[in-house]
């Protein structure tokens, strides 16, 4: 059974200023869901093969039919292509991600919480101009069922929009647009893992890119402005020396950056965040300089109030900080 992967335009967030509020939507009857019209837009993205635990790129490509492909950003001609590689076997990997230093604490001081996102966003008032580029490394978190027969899914990605113009209440605004680049791992009922690379410009589809990934393969992401809207996006796997490179056509109104792990919407309603192994983002970049992300900066995703996946503070020279999934220390 073929399922829609849809993810929202931004982060579904719970504590913004009455101002910056919308209708409630009912994903969740429980839980208020402050959108505004912009935010509601859901973005209608790769079609995977959820019960079946294992999406290809020929997967995802094949069965958007030709409407998708119409409205998906098209690649450049000059586009860089990956090198072909073997499709990936369902069964994930053997990780290579090590545990980081007890230290990390999940904070729970300052930030905001939604729904769907977990990491860091800075808008283009806290950096003083707009938003022209950001990138950002992280390891593939090795993932496994939360609970036994459930298919579940979670993406990382880095891009630029989808956040907040300011971190002040009641001066905030939402931004409609999003240019981003990352990973997806999916886990079918039989809770074997399958992962791929995808980039995407909001509302159109989610193109799968040629280069492949796996649970703890080394990623980065770069992304920027080369252009009147033109943007050029660089996938990195620097574990096997792999990367793909495009140059897409798309007006972006350059307000935030974002370094996230999300949890994508299927039909409307949230999907379940599988297991996981601690995320750590590093060398995150915005401009050109390192971010020196904030506490305001923190995003927490909550499921009915519960906590789910928590970002630490950030470490090192701010532009470095990790997610812990289902739990509060990592």
């Known amino acids: ?34 959108l505004t019209a912009a935010r509601r837009a859901r973005r209608t993205a790769t ?3 959820l019960g079946a635990g294992a999406v290809t ?91 036994r027969g459930r298919s579940e899914a979670a993406s990382d990605w880095i891009g630029i929009g989808g956040g907040r113009s300011s971190s002040k209440a009641g001066s905030a605004k939402s931004d409609p647009t999003l240019v981003q680049a990352g990973v997806t791992s999916t886990l079918g009922h039989s809770g074997s893992a399958a992962h791929y690379t995808w980039i995407e410009t909001l509302p159109g589809d989610a193109v799968a890119t040629p280069l492949q990934a796996r649970s703890g393969d080394r990623m980065t992401v770069a992304i920027s402005r080369s252009g009147t809207d033109r ?15 495009t140059t897409v056509r798309y007006h972006s109104a350059m307000r935030s950056g974002s370094w996230i792990s999300e949890r ?40 009915h109030g519960r906590r789910i996946a928590t970002p630490t503070a950030a470490e090192g020279n701010g532009s470095s900080f990790t997610i812990c999934s289902h739990s509060t220390r990592c």
């Open 1 to 34: 059974m073929r399922l829609c992967l849809k993810s929202r335009v931004g982060p579904n967030l719970q504590n913004q200023p009455e101002a910056d509020k919308g209708v409630r939507v009912q994903d969740h009857p429980q839980s208020t869901t402050p």
């Open 47 to 49: 079609r995977l093969a």
């Open 57 to 147: 790129a020929a997967t995802v490509l094949g069965t958007a039919g030709p409407a998708a492909a119409q409205s998906a950003p098209a690649p450049h001609p000059t586009a860089a292509k990956a090198k072909a590689q073997p499709p990936s076997k369902a069964k994930p990997a053997k990780s290579r991600t090590t545990a980081p230093p007890a230290r990390h604490q999940a904070a729970l001081a300052g930030g905001r919480t939604s729904e769907n996102w977990s990491g860091y966003s800075q808008s283009s008032g806290e950096v003083g101009r707009p938003v022209t580029s950001v990138s950002g490394s992280w390891q593939v978190p090795t993932s496994s069922q939360q609970v």
């Open 231 to 245: 943007w050029r996006v660089r996938l990195d796997n620097r574990s096997s020396g792999h990367h793909w490179t």
């Open 264 to 303: 994508p919407t299927i039909g409307g309603a949230d999907t379940n965040l599988p297991k996981r192994t601690a995320l750590t983002y590093s060398a995150a970049t915005v401009n050109g300089h390192p971010t020196r992300f904030r506490p305001s900066q923190r995003i927490t995703m909550t499921d």
